[in-house]
Every structure is written in C-alpha cells, then in structure tokens.
C-alpha cells in the first residue's frame, strides 16, 4: 500500500502552496478504505441495528458487533462486552465520572486529576464532584512537562475514590507513566481512569498490561470518522455502575412502575448509535493493524526527534513539553522583541500571529490553549503554536515548517 495515496485530501494546495497537515493532535485524516467504510455502509448496509429482524439489520449488526471485538482486540481487553460505544472521549469520561460519581462519590471525597489534563478529563469531574460534595485534587508537572509522583503518591489517601490521568499529554506530548501511575492506586485499592484519546493512534495500548479501569478515546483521532468513540471499563467495575442514558436498547424490560437494563454493554448504549462510523473505525483499526503499530511510533519518532533538532535552531523558538518520554506533539513559541505578552520577562509573539502567517504558507498547526488552560496559567502564557505529526508526514514537510517559520520570524519581531 502507498501510505500516502490513502490520503487524498493531502493532495491538495492551499492558498498556492503544497498543504501540510500537521493539526493531528486535533484529528487525524481518514484513509480511503475508511470513507469507503463509511460510504459502503450507506450505499449497502444502513439500517437500525438489534431490533430490525430482517437481512439489513442483521448484517449490520453483525459488522457491528465485529467491531466491538476488533476493538477488544486492539486494546487487549478481556471481554468484547467491556467495550462501549460512545461519540468520543468526551462522552467517554462524562460517561464514567457521571456514573462512577453516583455510585462511589460522598461528601468529602477526593479525585484525583493531573494537571496536564485536557478540559475534557477535568469538567466532567468538577460536575460529579460538585452533585456530592467531592473535591478535585491535582497532581503537579515540573517544567519539562513531567508529572510529580512523589506529589502524587502523598495525595492519595482514605478519601480518594478515583484517579483520572491522560496517557498522553495532548499539550505537551508527554508520555505519562501509566502503569505505574494505575499500580500506586490499586495498591490503595483506588481505579484508575485513563484517557487515551493521544496515545491510541501512536502506541500499541494494552489495558490488562496497563491495569487500568477505564481507558477511553475518539475514533477521530486514529484515523476513524468523528462520531464514534470507545470507553472500556473493566466488567467488575462496569457491573456495578448505574446506567447513563436512559432509552431504548439499554433496557430489558420497561413498565410504568419499573425498569430493569439490559445487560453490558447494551446498559451504556442507550439510543441508536451512529453505525456508520463504528463501522468506520473498524476499518482504521485494520488500517492501522496493516501499516503496523511499531512503524507507526517508529516514523512518528523520526518526525519529532528531527522536528525538535530542526526548530531548536530557530532563534528564539521554545519548545514547552521537553519530557524523554513524547509523543508527536511539539507545542512551541517564539520570542519577540516588540513582545504582545512576557513571561518570566521573555517576550513572546502571540501564537495567533505564528499560526496566521504559517497558515498562508499552507501549514496548518493548532494556535491557544488547545484546551488545556491549566497547562497555559503554569506556564505563564496564553497559549503556544502546535505540531502535531501522523503516519502520512514527511521529513520534507518537517522542512517547509522551518523554513516557514525563518520566512516569518523577522516579520514579527
Ligand atoms: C481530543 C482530546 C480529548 C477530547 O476528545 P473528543 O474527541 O473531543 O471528545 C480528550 N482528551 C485528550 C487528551 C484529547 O486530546
């Protein structure tokens, strides 16, 4: 397969020069075979899924139900039935924290939370914690964008009910110490929530290895369509949730006076979900599985360690997130010497203008805070210009942002 010829939307020119996509971390592009997914079901397929008894529905079920254990697969959990869909991460983790929060949340209780989180895996938490009077705690990261665990471990005591940390930092490409993380709760007999929605298309992920409780992530991150996500809870801990939504599908039997659900994983799929893009998914996982996850970290590696070498020569470029452990992900800035902010007295050049001036070069990075404020407010800046690298870049496309970036620099300083 010719990686690159997947990817047609790459081929086009934007504003008279060659468009580079390098907006990943936000959503990847989607191969071929996977908008022919998405394109088959419609074309031949579509039809309500489980309560249709007839040819259409019944295939579509079973591909759908396929998928489920094509994602079992990938992640290597136990069961297809601990595999839920979602929309996304969002609806993942809002999923978990609403449910979780009803059962096992009290007055007084505590989660815990990083403080690289993005605001999808902190908001969800605020709210449970605010319906039963439950604090957040957060654990702290040192300057190259590493989290605390010394910190961490002091923070977790009686009251702790959950930890909920990212695998990777979508901000500041850390690869976070999982395992270790998962097994300093359970050795206090506290679950851990993991969001995956930037380290499922970069790395093979393994949850029994990993020991987590919930892993959760979008599929429009792994090259899938938006529209689809995926929350893996352990069967032990996913049996004694309430459900989330109520509707069809999620019950077993409905009266007036009572309802009991349906069993896992139907409890959390209330409603028709978008089979299309499910369908879409299971043909990204097969997308991946062909490429093979290893070249995947392998290219990307190459793309980020040349990246980080080739801006660092750039006058004035800092790079925040300087972890040994990272993923594809730079988030930089550049500094000024008319400055529109300081920090630490160094003026910088507000990301907005470095992603303007790079996006009439036809390079699309990601300008703000990439909704990680709280990374911003411990940095002392409003936001950086990110990078982000996927398996159809190339070294050459490396080149043209730094040249971009030499073209520009003198116009802002
Ligand atoms: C993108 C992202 C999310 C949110 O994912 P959605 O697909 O928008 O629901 C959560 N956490 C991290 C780390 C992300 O990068």
Redesign the pocket.
Known sequence: MNLREQFHILDQQAYGHPLVYFDN??TTQKPQSVIDALAGYYTTLNSNIHRGAHYLAAKATDEYEQTRRAVQQFINARHSHEIVFTR????SINLVAATFGERFLGEGDEVIVSGME?H??IVPWQLACGRKGASLRVIPFSDEGVLDLNVYRSLINEKTRIVAV?H???TLGTINPVKEIVEIAHSHGVPVLV?G??SISHMAVDVQSLGCDFYCF?G??MYAPMGV?VMYGREEILEQLPPYQGGGEMIKEVTFERTTYNELPFKFEAGTPSVGDVLGLKAAIAFMLEVGIDNIAKHEKELTDYATEQLLQIDGLRIFGTAQNKASVISFLLHSNIHTFTHSSIHYIHPYDVGTLLDKLGIAVRTGHH?TQPIMDRYGIPGTVRASFAIYNTLEEVDLLVKALNRIAPMLL
């Open positions: 971390a936000a996304g991460t969002t609806e993005h999808s895996n990212n990777v930092s979508n969001d929605a930037q979008s429009h991150k996500g909704c």
